[in-house]
């Protein structure tokens, strides 16, 4: 039996600037670089990617993996759409050439939109159904950020998207795909199918799967075993018309996935008023957290995700920690190139009168004046330890850790969302010796420290990755913002 397999990711963040471009797909900082063919074994070993926990199921089988394409960009605004046409053309072209194969197993993300299309794995799914015919099956594992689409469904035979939010099941959600793509191989029959979108959108910082309401929905939808619920949590800061939650129900008949999915939307509705988002200003998030005695206090940065198209370099809570001379608070990280590069070329105890973060456009906020100190600088390639990134080898380009007042800031050329504590490591500190480690991250941060957090604050600074979405204009959006 020869299984081929296939990985595209791209969370698009339609209100940001900027196009996403094809070398945007070639080395996404902290995620593998991209790979075709015999080379995505290698690239992808160790690592946390779904595609990554579908080819450990593949190995001491008799099962040939036929890898196509692995590829991913991090989250940012709209893929210009040749870029996405080259991908999808090399992944079909690619499988065409392998044909015939037992069965597909597609990694997508789920919410990439390209400058003509609002729903690109939409249109990878129906291209690729179409090229290998209805009898083949099709399998695919989806990020919980999914704008699940009609077309995606109707294309797919079953898909699995993550289960938690930080994402720390990738690669298991991997291997739960191609164990199903590998039963409906050997001739399980194809399950029936129920689509249905809820009637709202969801701020990223109301969708921890750890948190109230999400984890009591969740439960409730893994307690019914006569059928496979996928809940996706949607990805808000897209403005295309399938933003937001849904859910797909797999069935032995469609009476039974109908029926589970009218009473899994009933819940879904009933609990949209719990669905809430706490959030204060940089200013009384900082004063808070210099109350509080225990270490070390979180303090995410939530509006600022470069996980969700942030431009990483705004500069509201920095400013915010100087003015309150947190002593020994340290921020994680601001992407700014040439700050992280004149540190390194000053070396350590250099002070520099240099501006840190603020660059990347007038929403990032004014950049904050120097001097600053060098305490320490790296070459910023390590490997993750961290739930999400572990075992990944990290390029970040030169990095540094430079002081102000007591206040210590990361600066690294590379965005990357705060989740990962081998870059605080690689510089010479310990997070969990932190009085205040603030994150640029609005859940994933979770993952790596809220085990150690004395208490976790969530701030809204002024960046891209807004939660409070009735702010933003949306005109094709079918769905109205959460009461949160
Ligand atoms: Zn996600």
């Not at 791209?10 to 209100?15: D, K, R």
């Not at 979180?298 to 509201?316: E, R, W």
């Not at 500190?429 to 969530?458: N, Q, T, W």
């Amino acid at each position: 039996m020869r299984i081929a397999l296939a990985g595209l990711q791209h969370e698009t963040n339609t209100f940001a600037p900027g196009l996403t471009e094809a070398e945007d797909f070639l080395a996404p900082g902290g995620w593998p670089k991209q790979s075709r063919g015999d080379e995505i074994e290698a690239a992808l070993a160790g690592t946390s990617v779904p595609m990554a926990g579908a080819l450990r199921v593949l190995k001491h089988t008799d099962i040939t993996a036929v890898p196509l394409l692995w590829t991913m960009a991090l989250p940012s605004g709209r893929v210009r759409h040749a870029a996405f046409e080259a991908l999808a053309d090399e992944i079909a072209g690619r499988l065409q050439d392998q044909l015939p194969v037992d069965g597909l197993f597609l990694e997508l993300h789920g919410a990439m939109a390209t400058t003509e299309d609002d729903d690109a794995e939409g249109a990878l799914l129906g291209r690729l159904r179409t090229l290998v015919g209805p009898d083949l099956p099709i399998v695919v594992a989806l990020d919980l950020h999914t704008n699940l689409s009609a077309r995606m469904v109707a294309a797919a035979d079953q898909m699995f998207a993550y289960l938690t939010y930080p994402h720390i099941d990738m690669a298991d959600t991997g291997a739960r795909a191609m164990k199903r793509l590998l039963e409906l191989a050997k001739g399980a029959p194809r399950p029936a199918k129920a689509f249905r979108q809820m009637a709202y959108l969801l701020p990223l910082v109301a969708q921890g799967t750890g948190s109230s309401p999400v984890e009591g929905l969740y439960r409730a939808a893994e307690a019914r075993t006569d059928v496979d619920t996928m809940i996706t949590l949607g990805f808000p800061l897209a403005d295309v018309p399938d933003a937001g939650p849904a859910l797909a129900i797999y069935a032995e008949s469609q009476d039974a996935a109908d029926a589970a999915a009218n009473e899994t939307l009933q819940q879904w509705t009933q609990a949209e008023p719990q669905f809430h988002a706490h959030l204060c200003t940089a200013a009384q998030g900082v004063e808070q957290a210099m109350q509080i005695d225990k270490h070390p206090v979180v303090i995410a940065d939530v509006q600022d995700n470069p996980g969700g198209g942030g431009s990483n370099d705004t500069t509201g809570l920095l400013h915010a920690l100087i003015e309150a001379k947190a002593e020994g608070a340290l921020l994680v990280h601001i992407a700014d190139g040439e700050a992280a590069k004149a540190a390194v070329d000053a070396g350590v105890d250099a002070v520099l009168d240099i501006s840190v973060g603020g660059r990347t456009d007038p929403e990032s906020g004014a950049p904050v004046p120097g001097p600053w100190r060098v305490v320490a600088v790296g070459d910023g390639q390590f490997t993750g330890v961290g739930p999400m990134y572990a075992g990944a080898s990290i390029e970040m380009g030169p990095v540094a850790l430079l002081e102000q007042a007591g206040v210590r800031v990361i600066v690294a050329g590379r965005r990357m969302q705060a989740s990962e504590p081998a870059l605080i490591h690689h510089l010479g500190l310990d997070p969990a010796e932190l009085p205040i480690l603030c994150v640029k991250s609005s859940v994933h941060f979770r993952g790596a420290y809220e085990k150690m957090a004395s208490e976790i604050i969530l701030v809204a600074a002024p960046g891209r990755v807004t939660m409070d979405l009735a702010s933003l204009n949306y005109s094709s959006s079918r769905r109205r913002p959460a009461s949160a």
